[in-house]
Each structure stands twice: as C-alpha cells, then as structure tokens.
C-alpha cells in the first residue's frame, strides 16, 4: 500500500468493538507499526485514561488527547487504535480523515455489553455504572451513546461488523475492504 493515506489507518468504534484487539494484529499484517492512542497518552502524562479522566475530567482529557493525535499522525505505516469517543471530536474528525484510512468496527449494543461485562479500567463505562443502577438502564445508556457517536462513525471509510466474527475473518475482512478501496484511489 503506498498511497499516502492508505499509509495510516485508524481504528474506530465504541469501547469493547475490538479496536486494542484487532490494531496490533492488523499492523502485523500490513508490516506496519500499532499505536494505541490511550497508551500513548498514559505514557507521556504518567497516569491512567481512568486516573485522568477522575482528577481532571473528560474535557481535559480530549484536549490531551487532541494534541497526542495531531503529533501522532503524520507518522507513515501506523495502524492508530482510537479510544471510542476520539473521532465524536469535530477536530479530530477532520484529522483523522485528511491523514488516513478510517475504519469503523461496528458492534451491536448486546455484543458491546457482553464483551465489556467483566472490564473495570473503562472510564466511561465505570461513569455509566455509577448511574445506571439495572442492566436495562446500562443497556439503554450505551444504546444512546452509540447512537450519538454513530453519526462519527458512519462517516468512516470501511466500515466491518466485528459481532460474531472471529478476530481472523475481521482482519481477513479488513485487509480485503483496503485493497479494494486502495484498487479505488
């Protein structure tokens, strides 16, 4: 691949849609290199996502996050992993779509559910616990959520259910969808 869009490849999608899973593995693929944008984050602030966004709150956390991603994307042959709310930022939106290849791994709400049942290191899920008392009530904030961030979403350049699929027929699905868009450019 050597158009220079198809060099970057970003991966988007709500919390337990397999982003951290799939991004390493799809990089090995490509003979690319894997970033994951929380990491990257915990790194330079030396401090947890979670930890952040408990002391300084969500919005200092996407201004954080912002700036990781401006300086992130102009390196070549990278496979990015987006924390889920990323690209509901206007800005970086437009960032990732003007640097790369986006791909929303899409996943149904239930399928959302049952992979993040046993997760504690999930901010946002952590906040929709504390106020969502019965699983219907979880079940009904994330719907919500998704919906929101959806209209991001959508907008992505490929888009690959990731419910019910095994991790080597997405990256089977994947790896298919961007040769053919790169057979398009």
């Known amino acids: 691949m050597n158009h220079s869009r198809t060099r970057r490849i970003y991966l988007t999608g709500f919390m337990g849609s397999g982003k951290s899973t799939l991004a390493p593995i799809l990089a090995n693929t490509l003979g690319y290199s894997f970033l994951d944008i929380d990491r990257e984050i915990e790194t330079a602030i030396g401090t947890t996502v979670a930890t952040i966004f408990h002391d300084a709150g969500e919005q200092y956390f996407r201004q954080i996050e912002h700036r ?34 986006l791909i929303y791994l899409k996943s149904t709400v239930d399928e959302i559910i049952r992979r993040l049942r046993h997760k504690t290191d999930r901010p946002l899920l952590a906040a929709i616990r504390r106020q969502a008392k019965t699983n219907e009530e979880i079940r009904t904030t994330v719907a919500s959520l998704l919906l929101q961030r959806e209209r991001f979403y959508n907008q992505a350049d490929i888009i690959i259910s990731t419910t019910n699929r095994s991790v080597g027929k997405t990256i089977d699905h994947i790896i298919h969808a961007l040769h053919t868009m790169q057979n398009t450019l």
């Open 68 to 101: 990781t991603l401006e300086t992130l994307s102009v390196r070549n042959d990278c496979v990015f992993a987006l924390g889920g709310g990323t690209i509901a930022n206007q800005q970086n939106f437009e960032l990732v779509k003007a640097t790369g290849i």
